[in-house]
């Protein structure tokens, strides 16, 4: 057992069997407590610069727990999980962890003079359409692996592990082109993020992504929002592939950007146009069948990493809210922001630095 797990945390085989997965063909390869989980410390967490996944399950839960001690074994149980779930040497996989500014709250868990002042629920934009029990919560896990089913059980493991103290609130699944390439093509049939945050350039990185202020347990951490995106395929596919790259701003086939059109989407979301601001974007897309109407629902699970959401998601957003082209073409149906601390040490657990 992990010493700072001690007194409060689960064991090994409690926590397992919790899962339902014990000698299973997920955990049951893992070995002994402490087998090395070298994909899960580290300085930052995982699934944030390291490389894109093609699958995602990303969840937001509810924490039922009564008390401070409650959330304290909620985050070492997943603690031990996900690095187990890491350690495994066949899983590709990444698993990134946030808290959003509900678990904050006052007479809750008195972490409310510890919440970070850019973490605060995001604004109502132009043109949303929000479900909110399809979005927000007090906590966030980021799941993004090699194949489905290894997601799929992941967010399962964790969901029972934790059951007895969160609730899983809504789940979102995700797929994209299976390379490592920045810009996978989107269901639209344009390439997604051209302008997304350079991470070969460290200082694009301290300027835009890794948080250096404000309450020193989210130093070395940045900020995760998530926003499910419906794009009215049906209403696209009907639209001629010139009138398509003028809204985007870019050739369909050959990705180059078209000049001259100062209302195009890649225009308006561009850093030049706001104020500098850069987006690390991580986004996916989904695929959830038809609606009763008998029309495709099917989108973009956006996903967008920065240092401060309010003077960068938010600012871009409010631009393309109010006169983005692509608003004809899209509905924004659920929304999330979330403060992701930095990485966890062997040792320790998630959340350490907040709640210690």
């Not at 132009?126 to 906590?139: E, I, Q, R, W, Y």
């Not at 797929?175 to 269901?187: H, S, V």
């Not at 657990?349 to 907040?354: C, K, Q, R």
Request: glycine fraction near 12%; proline fraction near 6%; charged fraction near 20%.
């Amino acid at each position: 057992m992990d010493p700072a797990l001690n007194g409060r945390g689960m064991s090994r085989r409690l926590v397992l069997a919790g899962t339902g997965l014990l000698g299973g063909s997920l955990l049951g390869a893992t070995g002994c407590s402490d087998a090395p989980s070298r994909a899960f410390y580290g300085v930052h967490q995982s699934g944030i610069t390291t490389p894109v996944l093609p699958f995602l399950q990303i969840a937001g839960f509810d924490v039922v727990a009564r008390d401070r001690d409650g959330l304290i074994e909620l985050l070492q149980t997943w603690t031990r999980v996900a690095a187990e779930l890491a350690s495994r040497p066949s899983a590709a996989l990444s698993l990134t962890f946030g808290f959003g500014p509900a678990l904050f709250a006052e007479g809750r868990f008195g972490l409310a003079a510890r919440r970070p002042p850019a973490l605060t629920e995001l604004p109502s934009f132009p043109g949303d359409s929000l479900d909110p029990a399809a979005g927000g919560g007090d906590l966030c896990i980021q799941i993004c692996a090699q194949h489905p089913t290894t997601a799929h059980d992941a967010v399962r493991a964790l969901v029972n592990a934790g059951r007895s103290n969160a609730r899983l609130r809504w789940r979102q699944v995700g797929f994209r082109d299976g390379d490592d390439g920045a810009d996978p093509t989107g269901l639209f049939g344009f390439r997604d993020g051209t302008a997304s945050l350079d991470l070969t350039s460290q200082q694009e990185q301290v300027d835009h992504l890794w948080v250096s202020d404000g309450p020193a347990w989210l130093h070395g951490g940045t900020y995760l929002v998530v926003r499910r995106i419906r794009l009215l395929l049906d209403t696209w596919d009907r639209t001629d592939i010139a009138t398509q790259e003028t809204i985007i701003g870019r050739r369909r086939d050959s990705n180059d950007r078209l000049g001259g059109v100062p209302t195009a989407h890649v225009q308006l979301a561009s850093p030049e146009a706001n104020g500098g601001a850069k987006l690390l974007r991580r986004s996916y897309s989904y695929d959830a069948g038809t609606d009763p109407n008998g029309l495709m629902d099917a989108g973009l699970i956006f996903i967008c990493f920065q240092r401060d959401p309010q003077r960068q998601f938010v600012a871009i957003q409010q631009r393309l809210g109010s006169s983005d082209p692509l608003n004809g073409y899209s509905q924004h149906l659920a929304s999330g922001v979330f403060a992701c601390p930095a990485g966890v040490e062997r040792g320790s657990w998630i959340g350490a630095s907040l709640l210690s």
